[in-house]
């Protein structure tokens, strides 16, 4: 009788294609996968459980990383700018990582483990960018070469339907990087005022119908992502705009309510204090944003530190990404790229 176990059968889904996140099992698996991962890429879609970096080559051009210089990705995320930065800071350098999300971090370092980076070049670490003076205190570092931040949510977080971060699926109203702290969004929603409500969705998202948004919102307890898209579309002044904007709408609310339960803004003020002590005379910061909420924060810090004397130079306006990536990638579409010199 032959024993051998049998491989675990493919997931079975409806359709010639797999429609739910969890059903990609070869997007999910890009090691073994790659010619669907591919297909999925050049038809300008980010593969589920992904992450394409943006702006790479800005990104390097404006960071300038070398051979044994030492750095901080303070956003880890999926590893694709960690990749490119480790290639040149080799040989001697090292890339200390930083990423609050206990999900995604250990599966990013041990990709990057899996290409050769060990110890020496690469230290991961969980920690809020907010925690940087933190981090390089505890490593006995007192100032670095470069700091790269690409804000914002990654991919993987979107499109897992289990972390409530999109509109687009179904799922629980949770939207927190890290799980295990603060609370869900559902709950929330369900504790804020109305009043506190529409100023979070001025200053996260600059919805124009916050007023009207907050009063059908504010202490409401719902159900989960669809609930909350249904209650924005059913507002009547929601109900009033074309498809196109009243969309916008919803991605405005999800957008504000991620900002707010994570902190991010707070966490952002906190990051850009501490960034110039962070660096090394004639250090490189480099910050990616994807709203306007979080580059009006970046703008000011750095024209401020101009005027100051703390930055020696500053960018001069932003960075976007050029009309080929914005067709290969459209999540790069809203990115800015801004860069200050200690």
Known sequence: MDETPRPPRRKRYAGKNPKRFEEKYKELDPERHAATVGKVLESGKTPAGMHVPVMVGECLAALRPGPGQLGIDATLGYGGHAREILARIAPGGRLIGLDVDPIEQPKTEARLRALGHGEEAFVALRSNYAGIRKVLDGLGIAAVDFIFADLGCS????????????????????????????????????????????????????????????????????????????????????????????????????????????????????????????????????????????????????????????????????????????????????????????
């Open 155 to 342: 991919s993987m977080q979107f499109d897992d339907p289990a972390r409530g971060f999109s509109f687009k699926t179904a799922g629980p109203l949770d939207m927190r990087m890290n799980p295990g702290r603060g609370i869900p969004a559902g709950e929330w929603l369900a504790k804020v005022k109305r009043e506190k409500l529409a100023a979070v969705l001025l200053d996260c998202s600059d919805e124009p119908l916050a007023e009207q948004l907050a009063a059908a919102l504010a202490g409401k307890r719902l159900a989960g992502t669809r609930e909350l898209v249904a209650t924005v579309r059913a507002v009547p002044e929601v109900a009033r705009l074309d498809p196109e904007r009243a969309e916008l709408a919803v991605r405005r609310v999800f957008q504000a309510l991620r900002i707010a339960v994570n902190e991010e803004f707070t966490a952002l003020d906190a990051f850009l204090r501490m960034l110039p002590g962070c660096l090394k005379p004639g250090g490189r910061a480099v910050v990616l944003t994807f709203h306007s909420g979080e580059d009006r924060r970046v703008k000011r810090a750095f024209q401020q530190g101009g005027r100051d004397g703390v930055w020696a130079e500053v960018s001069d306006g932003v960075t976007i990404a050029g009309p080929d990536e914005r067709r290969s990638n459209p999540r790069s579409t809203p990115a800015k790229l801004r860069w200050a010199v200690r």
